[in-house]
């Protein structure tokens, strides 16, 4: 009988674990919770962006990590470098555009429990990531190849983006998306739909929130229902994490489901919890396949660790301001998980 799996300190030995492309920006969140944007007296400044989250998110649970994109030549876009070589991260993908400033978020935390977001982006450097600019070799070396649909939203980033993928596909690599929905980010509501949908083909890990399972299916009555439904239209998909904040996280394949409730945590800021549940998936899955295990396996039991040490990433986040530097090392992930045995 197989030993029981735990994530373990062994550092990933493959030429690149870990690859993400997209956008990255500086999140200007406020200082006090509750409150809306115009509410807020300052803001805190963070370096984030969903992809750019997880590859330091990884790095920092003892990944090789690489991030692909495109920022300003601007002071913004210098402390994003500087910020994400700091946490362990490749940045030889990185771009410095001259023409186009680095994407600005301010961020506030309303009473609801809702965040309250407003973007700086007409256009921003992330936007003109072009095809021709992509580093195909570093793309090729990846073992999971990450990203999100912000930079599918318009050209000429949405033709990087999905030569990036087809790229990363055909040299092997599992393919991890995170529609990451903001539809403030869209041109129109009808976009939403159909660009989203141009990732979902290529996704072996499928990361959502509980509230946008219904974006990415047709079918809208259950969640169940919508998991099907993805299954049913998507071959290539293997694993759908959905998240639920403070209650933890669902994680299905193709032959059932397992919950992970919540970690207790004193949070103050979600922002960037979900990326960092994404980066601890992906580490976990990566150190079950290098230890010998079936990821394809019909036994549900092996993803349950994979799913705990997830959502014990993802819970340590939300304790600390902003997103990159909220994101937890190995031993605070350890420890948080040996207080609950």
């Not at 976009?191 to 890990?205: N, Q, R, T």
């Not at 969640?223 to 759908?240: F, G, Q």
């Amino acid at each position: 009988m197989r030993k029981a799996f735990t994530p373990s300190r062994v550092r990933l030995r493959l030429p690149m674990d870990v690859v993400c492309l997209g956008e990255a920006l500086i999140d200007f969140v406020a200082l006090e919770a509750g409150v809306t944007l115009a509410q807020a007296s300052g803001f805190l400044k963070s370096p984030g962006g969903a992809p750019a989250n997880v590859a330091a998110g990884a790095a920092k649970l003892g990944a090789e990590a690489a991030f692909i994109g495109k920022v300003g030549d601007d002071p913004f876009g210098r402390f994003i470098a500087a910020t994400l070589s700091e946490a362990g991260v490749d940045t030889g993908g990185l771009i410095f555009s001259a023409d186009h400033r680095t994407g600005l978020a301010f961020v506030s935390l309303k009473k609801d429990g809702e965040r309250d977001f407003c973007f700086f982006r007409n256009p921003s450097a992330d936007m003109r990531l072009a095809a021709e600019e992509l580093p195909r070799g570093l793309i090729g070396r990846a073992e999971v190849f990450h990203f999100g649909s912000i930079t599918l939203i318009q050209e000429p980033s949405r033709r990087a983006t999905l030569e990036a993928v087809q790229v990363a596909s055909q040299n092997g690599a599992l393919i991890s998306y995170d529609p990451n929905i903001r539809l403030a980010l869209w041109p129109e509501a009808e976009a939403v739909a159909f660009g989203v949908a141009l990732g979902l083909p290529y996704a072996d890990i499928l990361k959502v929130s509980e509230e946008e399972v219904v974006c990415v299916s047709t079918q809208t009555s259950t969640e169940e229902a919508a998991i099907n439904d993805l299954y049913s239209r998507y071959p290539k998909l293997k694993w759908v994490a959905v998240t639920r904040g403070p209650n933890g996280a669902s994680l299905y394949d193709r032959h059932g489901v397992i919950h992970q409730p919540g970690f207790t945590a004193n949070s103050v800021d979600t922002t960037g919890a979900g990326d960092a549940f994404t980066a601890g998936f992906i580490v976990a899955l990566l150190e079950y396949r290098r230890s010998g295990g079936d990821i394809l396996s019909s036994q549900l039991g092996w993803l349950v660790p994979v799913l705990r040490f997830a959502c014990a990433t993802g819970a340590i986040t939300t304790t600390r301001k902003g997103a990159i530097p909220a994101m937890p090392s190995r031993g605070q992930v350890e420890q948080l998980l040996q207080s609950y045995r």
